[in-house]
C-alpha cells in the first residue's frame, strides 16, 4: 500500500474522517439538501464531496513533508477489467466470510471509437505549504476482447475476457498520463546508511510524461512495459538549512544540474489468490473434536521491474535500476467444527475467550444467562485479521564515474516520494542512496467495524552499492496503532512507534488516492 | 425410516408452470400427471380453432410481452367462466394473454412447451431423482407473494406485486434460527432479494453471500443446514439474469441448475443434502391441473390466521395458485420418483425447514401448520444410497439470442418491473430502519442501475447493521 505520512495531530482526525469518505462510495450530494437537519446526513455530505464522480474533493496525493493539501478531481471511475487498477483484493468481511468479487466484464466500460475507455483523471492539489500538483491520465483498451469463460482449478467454470488463447480477467491495456507537481519541502539527511539525524531540505519541481502498456497473459501473471520522460528541477536556495547552501555536487550528484530523463522500462507482475479452506464434512451436532477450521485467503502481489534512466546531454547521471516489490497478504479467518453452548464457556477469562470468539464470528446479542444457548454454531465464519508481509528492494548500476542523482535514489524512513511507508518511527526520507531494502509486516485485526488494531514491524537500510546493504546498518523499528478500514480495506492508520532511538513517535498514514 | 436432511438446498426460479416445464416428461413416465397433448385452450378470438399445447417452446421470445399473471388474470387463466372455485376448467390461458399481447397467434404461445430434449437438465434431474407433480403455488398471483410464502407461509397480505411495506414487515422462518438451535442458514444471492428488505433481515448481513461463492463453499462443506439461492433477476454489473422469468434465456437457468448440482455433489455432506429446484409461481403460463382449494383445519383454528388482502381483490389465501415445477434432487431418492401424494405449496418449505432444524420453535400461522411436509423423501438409507453423479448435458439455445455476444457495445434493457420493485422496496426499507436510500429508485432508467442501486442499498445495510 501507498502511504502518506505526516506528524499532525491536529489533522489526524479529519484526515482519517476525510479519508473515509474518498473511499465510500453510498453517499450522494442528494445527502446536502438535509444537512443542517442532522448529523447523519451532514456526514454521508461530506462524505459525498469527496467522492461523487466525477468531480470532487480530495485531501491526498502530496508526497509528505508537504503538508495538508486539498484539491478537485474530475475523474471517470475505474474499472476493474483495467490491467492498470490493481483489483480490490478480496476481502473476507467479519462475519460475512464470503469474499465480493469485482466485476471484471467489459459490458460497463465505456466506448471511445474503438477503444475502451476505462478511467480517465484530472487533478489539481494545493498545499498548506504552497506545493501544488496537477496531473491528468487516460486508459484505453483496444476492443477486440470477448466475453468467454473458462474452467478454474477448481473445476468451476468462471468468466473470463477472450483474446485468441487469453482467457483473462484483465484485459490489455495502455496508460497515458502527465503530470506537473511543485513540492516545496523534500527532506535530505545526506545520503548512506549512516547519515546523522540533521534535516536539511530542498524544493523540487518535476514535469513528467509517461505512457505504458499492460499485458494480461493469465490471471496472476502480467508483462508490462512503458516509457517515461522526466525533467526535474532542483531551485537553488540560500536557505540555511537547504540543501544546496550546504552541499556540493561532488557529495551530493544531481545537486548542480538536472538532465531530462528518457525512461523506459520492463516489468513482470504476479498477483495470484488462494484460498485455503480445507474439506471437511461437519454436522450440526458436533460437540467435539477441533473448534475450527481454517478459511484463509492468501493473495501474493510481486513485481519485479527493470528501469533504464538515460540522461539527456550528461552522462554521468545515467543509471540503470532493478526494482523488487512484493506484498503477501493473508486473511485469517476460521470456519467454526463444533458447536459451543453458553453453558460450555465458563466463567472469568474462558467466558472473555469465548465471547471474544463470538465476535469474531459476527454473532452478538448472545443472552449469556441461557446455559443452552447457541454461542458458536457449527460453519459459522470468524475472522482474525489480516497479516501483510511487504518489501521493497532497489538495486542500482551505475557506468564508471557515473552516479546516480540523489533526487532518484530510493529512500527509507517515514515514508518516501511515492508515499510507500517504511521505518514508520523515523522521519520521511531518513536514509537515502542508490540502493535500498526494507521488509514489513503488519498485522491488524478488526475491533470493531470500521476500526481495528495494528501491530507492525518494519527494518531497512540503504548502501552505496547493493552489496554494501548489510545487517550491521540495519534499522529496525515496532508500533501498535489503530487503523481506519472501509469495504475491507485499510484506509488510514495512527500509531506510535519505537526504534529511532528517542522515545515513541507518533503518526498516521492514509491512502494514497493517485 | 428415510434417511435425515442434514442439508436442505432451495433454488427458486421464475415464472414458469409444470406443464410447460415437464409436462412432456409424461411420455416417457406415464405416472407423471403431464400432457398428453391433446390438451386445449379457447381460441384468442371467436370462431378461431381451439389451440393446444405444443412441444416447441423456445429459450427465448415466446413469452414477450411478460404473461399477466396477477390474480385478477389467474383467475381468467384458470376459469374461462371466471369462476375459479371448485373445479376451474384451466382453459383460459390464450384469452387471457391475448389482452396483453393484442395478438392472437402470439396469444397462442402460452400453450407452448419444453420437451425433455430442450430441456435437457431440469429434465434429466427430475427423471433421474424425483418430480412432484402436485406442488402449487401458494397464491393465485405474481412473484412477490408466492416469493413471500416460500419465506413466511403468508404474504403479510398482499396479493399484487405492487406491494411495498409487506416484504419489510414479514415474519419468516429465518427468526426461528436463533440461538436456541444449534443450526445455521444461508442466503445466496446476485444482489437482488426481497429478503434484503426484510425488516429482521436487514440487521442479519452476515447471513447474505454473494452466489459466487457459492461452489466454493459448497465444495468445501462449508453450507450451514438450510440454504437458500437467490438467481440474478436482470441484467447488469457483468451479471446475466438466469432466473428463467420470461423472456430471459431459459437455458441461463438450465446453467445454474447444472452448476448448483455439480456443486453440491462434491459436497461432503452431500448423502443427506436435498436439492429442491422450485420455481415461484406459473408466470401466466398454461398448466392443466385445476389448484386446490384449501380449508382450514380447525386444530390450527389457535395459530394465527394468514392477513387476509384488501380490496379491490379480497382474498383470504384459502385458495393455492397454478402448479409449478418441483424437482427433488439427493443421493437417497432413487431414479424416476414421482412425488404426487400430497399437495404441496410453498408454506411447505417453512413448515420442513421448522421441523428438520427449529423443531422447538411454533408455526407462524396455519398455512404453515397445515403444508405436508418433504422431510422424508430421502428414501433410500444405508448401502443403498446412490453413489452415482448424474452426467448434465449442455443447456439448449434454440431462439437464437446470444446474450453475450455484442456485448463490447453494450445496451442495457429497460429494468424488468420485478427488479424496480425490488429497488422501490428496499427504499422502503431503508427509510423504515432511519437509513437513507441510495437514491430516488424511480429515476432508475435501465436494469444495470437498478442492480446498481440495490448493491448500493445492500452496502447500506451492511453498513448499519455493522455499526450496532
Redesign the interface.
Known amino acids: 500500500m501507498r502511504l502518506l505520512r505526516s506528524r499532525s495531530r491536529l489533522c489526524l482526525l479529519a484526515a482519517f474522517a476525510l479519508f473515509a469518505a474518498t473511499l465510500s462510495s453510498a453517499q450522494t450530494y442528494h445527502d446536502c439538501k438535509s444537512f443542517t437537519e442532522n448529523l447523519h446526513d451532514a456526514i454521508d455530505c461530506t462524505e459525498a464531496l469527496f467522492s461523487e464522480a466525477p468531480l470532487h474533493l480530495t485531501f491526498s496525493s502530496m508526497p509528505p513533508g508537504n503538508g495538508f493539501a486539498v484539491g478537485t478531481v474530475l475523474e471517470q471511475n475505474n474499472h476493474y477489467v483495467s490491467p492498470f487498477v490493481l483489483p480490490r483484493p478480496t476481502v473476507i468481511v467479519p462475519g460475512k466470510a464470503q469474499p465480493q468479487q469485482p466485476d471484471f466484464s467489459t459490458k460497463s466500460v465505456p466506448s471511445l471509437g474503438s477503444l475502451w475507455s476505462a478511467d480517465g483523471r484530472l487533478a489539481a492539489v494545493f498545499s498548506t505549504n504552497g506545493s501544488w500538483l496537477t496531473t491528468g491520465s487516460l486508459t484505453v483498451m483496444p476492443k477486440g476482447y470477448v466475453p468467454g469463460h473458462r474452467t478454474d482449478h477448481n473445476g468451476v467454470e468462471v468468466d473470463c475476457n477472450k483474446l485468441g488463447p487469453l482467457c483473462t480477467r484483465q484485459v490489455f491495456g495502455m496508460h497515458m498520463e502527465g503530470t506537473h507537481r511543485s513540492l516545496q519541502t523534500i527532506s535530505f539527511y545526506g545520503t548512506g546508511p549512516g547519515s546523522p539525524p540533521v534535516k536539511y531540505t530542498f524544493h523540487e519541481n518535476d514535469t513528467f510524461g509517461s505512457f505504458r502498456a499492460a499485458l494480461p497473459v493469465v490471471d496472476w501473471l502480467s508483462l508490462e512495459s512503458g516509457f517515461e520522460y522526466r525533467q526535474t528541477d532542483l531551485p537553488a536556495s540560500t536557505a540555511a538549512n537547504s540543501v544546496s547552501a550546504n552541499f556540493n555536487p561532488a557529495t551530493v550528484p544531481g545537486l548542480s544540474s538536472q538532465p531530462g530523463f528518457a525512461h523506459p522500462y520492463v516489468a513482470v507482475r504476479t498477483g495470484p489468490t488462494v484460498y485455503l479452506s480445507p474439506k471437511t464434512d461437519d454436522h450440526d451436532d458436533n460437540h467435539s473434536g477441533p473448534l475450527m477450521k481454517p478459511y484463509l485467503l492468501f493473495t501474493f502481489r510481486n513485481g519485479a521491474e527493470y528501469h533504464w534512466y538515460a540522461a539527456q546531454g550528461d552522462s554521468v547521471s545515467s543509471f540503470q535500476q532493478v526494482v523488487i516489490d512484493s506484498d503477501e497478504n493473508i486473511q485469517l479467518a476460521t470456519r467454526v467444527r463444533h458447536y459451543v453452548q453458553v453453558g460450555d464457556t465458563g466463567h472469568g477469562l474462558s467466558r472473555l475467550f469465548y465471547s471474544t470468539l463470538a465476535r469474531a464470528c459476527g454473532d452478538s446479542g448472545i443472552d449469556w444467562s441461557k446455559p443452552k444457548d447457541y454461542v458458536l454454531k457449527v460453519r459459522q465464519p470468524c475472522r482474525f485479521g489480516n497479516l501483510d508481509l511487504r518489501s521493497h528492494i532497489v538495486a542500482s548500476r551505475t557506468g564508471t564515474n557515473s552516479a546516480v542523482p540523489f533526487y532518484l535514489q530510493p529512500t527509507v524512513g517515514g515514508s518516501d516520494i511515492d508515499s510507500r511507508p517504511s521505518l514508520r518511527a523515523f522521519p520521511d526520507y531518513r536514509f537515502r542512496a542508490p540502493d535500498a531494502l526494507f521488509v514489513q509486516t503488519d498485522y491488524s485485526v478488526p475491533i470493531r467495524d470500521p476500526l481495528g488494531l495494528l501491530v507492525f514491524y518494519d527494518a531497512g537500510t540503504v548502501g552505496p552499492t547493493f552489496s554494501s546493504l548489510s545487517f550491521a546498518h540495519l534499522r529496525q523499528d515496532a508500533g501498535l496503532g489503530v487503523t481506519l478500514s472501509l469495504q475491507g480495506h485499510v484506509a488510514a492508520q495512527g500509531y506510535l512507534a519505537w526504534g529511532a532511538g528517542h522515545g515513541p513517535t507518533f503518526g498516521y498514514n492514509f491512502t494514497k488516492f493517485f | 425410516m428415510p434417511t435425515q436432511v442434514?442439508r436442505l438446498v432451495v433454488l427458486m426460479l421464475e415464472n414458469r408452470s409444470f406443464d410447460h416445464m415437464l409436462g412432456f416428461m409424461k411420455q416417457d413416465n406415464p405416472t407423471i400427471n403431464g400432457l398428453n397433448g391433446d390438451e386445449w385452450n379457447f381460441p384468442a378470438e371467436e370462431g378461431a380453432p381451439n389451440v393446444t399445447v405444443s412441444q416447441d417452446a423456445g429459450d427465448v421470445e415466446d413469452l414477450n410481452p411478460d404473461p399477466n399473471h396477477e390474480f385478477a388474470h389467474v383467475t381468467n387463466q384458470i376459469s374461462s367462466t371466471g369462476d375459479p372455485v371448485g373445479n376451474p376448467d384451466m382453459k383460459g390461458f390464450v384469452r387471457d394473454y391475448f389482452t396483453d399481447c393484442h395478438d392472437a397467434t402470439h396469444a397462442a404461445k402460452i400453450m407452448k412447451c419444453f420437451t425433455p430434449e430442450t430441456l435437457p437438465i431440469l429434465s434429466t434431474l427430475a427423471k433421474e431423482y424425483a418430480v412432484c407433480d402436485r406442488w402449487f403455488s401458494s397464491v393465485p398471483g405474481s412473484t412477490i407473494p408466492n416469493r413471500m410464502f416460500v419465506h413466511g407461509a403468508s404474504s403479510a397480505g398482499s396479493l399484487t406485486q405492487d406491494v411495498i411495506a409487506a416484504p419489510f414487515a414479514l415474519h419468516t422462518i429465518f427468526e426461528s434460527f436463533d440461538?436456541?438451535?444449534?443450526?445455521?442458514f444461508a442466503i445466496y444471492t446476485s444482489g437482488s432479494s426481497i429478503l434484503l428488505a426484510n425488516r429482521y433481515l436487514l440487521q442479519q448481513?452476515?447471513k447474505?453471500?454473494?452466489y459466487?461463492?457459492f461452489?466454493?463453499?459448497a465444495?468445501?462443506?462449508?453450507?450451514?443446514?438450510y440454504t437458500f439461492i437467490e438467481p440474478a433477476y436482470d441484467d447488469?454489473?457483468?451479471l446475466f439474469a438466469n432466473s428463467q422469468h420470461p423472456d430471459f434465456p431459459v437455458d441461463r437457468g438450465e446453467a445454474l441448475i447444472r452448476?448448483i448440482y455439480y456443486?453440491l455433489t462434491k459436497n461432503?455432506?452431500w448423502k443427506s443434502t436435498l436439492f429442491l429446484i422450485l420455481y415461484d409461481e406459473h408466470g401466466g403460463i398454461f398448466d392443466h391441473v385445476p389448484p386446490p382449494v384449501l380449508t382450514r383445519n380447525p386444530i390450527y383454528n389457535d395459530l394465527p390466521d394468514v392477513k387476509h388482502s384488501g380490496p379491490p381483490d379480497v382474498f383470504d389465501f384459502t385458495r393455492l395458485g397454478v402448479r409449478v415445477p418441483a424437482v427433488f434432487v439427493s443421493p437417497c431418492i432413487p431414479p424416476n420418483t414421482v412425488l404426487n401424494t400430497r399437495d404441496y405449496e410453498h408454506s411447505s418449505v417453512v413448515a420442513t425447514v421448522r421441523k428438520l432444524f427449529c423443531p422447538d420453535s411454533q408455526p407462524l400461522n396455519w398455512r404453515e401448520a397445515q403444508a405436508p411436509t418433504f422431510d422424508d423423501v430421502l428414501t433410500l438409507t444405508g448401502d443403498s444410497i446412490r453413489n452415482d453423479v448424474v452426467e448434465l448435458p449442455d443447456p439448449v439455445v434454440s431462439a437464437g439470442i446470444d446474450v453475450?455476444?455484442g456485448?463490447?457495445?453494450?445496451v442495457f434493457r429497460a429494468p424488468t418491473d420485478l427488479s424496480v420493485l425490488m429497488a422501490h422496496t428496499m427504499e422502503f426499507s431503508l427509510e423504515q430502519r432511519g437509513l437513507?436510500p441510495?437514491?430516488d429508485f424511480r429515476t432508475l432508467t435501465n436494469s444495470?442501475e437498478v442492480v446498481a442501486y440495490l448493491q448500493?442499498a445492500q452496502?447500506?445495510s451492511?453498513?448499519a447493521a455493522?455499526?450496532?
Request: net charge negative; no cysteine.
Open positions: 442434514e440461538a436456541t438451535t444449534p443450526h445455521d448481513q452476515d447474505f453471500h454473494d459466487s461463492n461452489v466454493f463453499d465444495v468445501n462443506g462449508n453450507l450451514p443446514a447488469g454489473d457483468g452448476e456443486a461432503p455432506d453475450s455476444a456485448a463490447a457495445e453494450p437513507e441510495p437514491g444495470a448500493k452496502q447500506i451492511k453498513a455493522g455499526a450496532q
